[in-house]
C-alpha cells in the first residue's frame, strides 16, 4: 500500500497563486490517474481535478493539474486566488485494489 | 441527477457493531461501471477510504481495516450497506457514501456523524 503526502498548508495572497503538491510513497503516480478534491468546512468534498489534469464542468480554469515523474508527485495550482478558495485540498489516487486519499492541504487565503 | 445520503445511528458503544445505510437514485448499480464506496473522516483529521462495491458485486477494502468490515447490497438494489465491527472511540467521525466513475469519487452523501462512546 502506497500513501500521498501533501503539505499541511499553503497560503497565498488575492489574486495570486499557489500550488499543492500530492507525493506520491512508492509506485509510479504517473501509473494511475490522481484526482484533487475541495473541501469546505462543514460540506463533503467536491471534485475540482480529475484523472490528473482534467476539469469536472463548472469547476473555474484557475485550477489546473499536473504530474511530474521525477518527483513521484502530483500537483494542484490555484491561480487568481479569492476568498472561496479557502478550503482543505486533498489528492486521491488508486492501485488495482484500493483507494487512497492524500493527508490534505489547509489552504489560507491572506 | 445522482444521489446519496447515509444513514445510521449517531451514537454507538465501544466494541459494539456500527450499521450504516446508504440510499442512492439516479443511477444503477447494475450498470457496468458503477461502484459505491465509503469514506470516513475523523474531525479534523483526512479523508479515508473505507470500502467499496461495484456493478458486479465485488468488494474491495481499505486492507487496514478489513477485518471489520463488510459492505453489500440489499434486495432493493437501491441501498448499500457498510458494517463495522468492534467500534472504539477512534471510529468517531462522519462518514461518507460516495458514487464512483472512472476512479473518481464525482458525487457524495452530506455524510452521517457517528460517535463512539460509553
Known amino acids: 500500500k502506497f500513501t500521498l503526502t501533501q503539505p499541511h498548508s499553503v497560503s497565498g495572497s488575492p489574486g495570486k497563486s499557489v500550488s499543492i503538491s500530492c507525493t506520491r510513497s512508492?509506485?509510479?503516480?504517473?501509473?494511475?490517474?490522481v484526482q484533487w478534491y475541495q473541501q469546505r468546512p462543514g460540506s463533503a468534498p467536491t471534485t475540482v481535478i480529475y484523472?490528473?489534469?482534467?476539469?469536472p464542468s463548472g469547476v473555474p480554469d484557475r485550477f489546473s493539474g499536473s504530474v511530474d515523474t521525477s518527483s513521484n508527485s502530483a500537483s494542484l495550482t490555484i491561480s487568481g486566488l479569492t476568498t472561496e478558495d479557502e478550503a482543505d485540498y486533498y489528492c486521491?489516487?488508486?492501485?488495482?485494489?484500493?483507494?487512497?486519499f492524500g493527508t490534505g492541504t489547509k489552504v489560507t487565503v491572506l | 441527477q445522482v444521489t446519496l445520503r447515509e444513514s445510521g445511528p449517531a451514537l454507538v458503544k465501544p466494541t459494539q457493531t456500527l450499521t450504516l445505510t446508504c440510499t442512492f437514485s439516479?443511477?444503477?448499480?447494475?450498470?457496468?461501471?458503477?461502484?459505491v464506496s465509503w469514506i470516513r473522516q475523523p474531525p479534523g483529521k483526512a479523508l479515508e477510504w473505507l470500502a467499496l462495491?461495484?456493478?458486479?458485486?465485488?468488494?474491495y477494502y481499505n486492507p487496514s481495516l478489513r477485518t471489520r468490515l463488510t459492505i453489500s447490497r440489499d434486495i432493493s438494489m437501491t441501498r448499500v450497506i457498510l458494517t463495522m465491527t468492534n467500534l472504539d472511540p477512534v471510529d468517531s467521525g462522519t462518514y461518507y457514501c460516495?458514487?464512483?466513475?472512472?476512479?473518481?469519487?464525482?458525487?457524495w452523501g452530506p455524510g452521517t456523524l457517528v460517535s463512539v462512546s460509553s
Open positions: 460516495t458514487h464512483l466513475k472512472n476512479r473518481n469519487f464525482d458525487h
Open positions: 439516479g443511477f444503477s448499480l447494475s450498470t457496468s461501471g458503477m461502484s
Open positions: 462495491l461495484d456493478w458486479g458485486d465485488r468488494e
Open positions: 512508492s509506485g509510479s503516480v504517473a501509473s494511475n490517474y
Open positions: 484523472e490528473d489534469d482534467r476539469r
Open positions: 486521491q489516487s488508486y492501485d488495482s485494489t484500493t483507494y487512497v
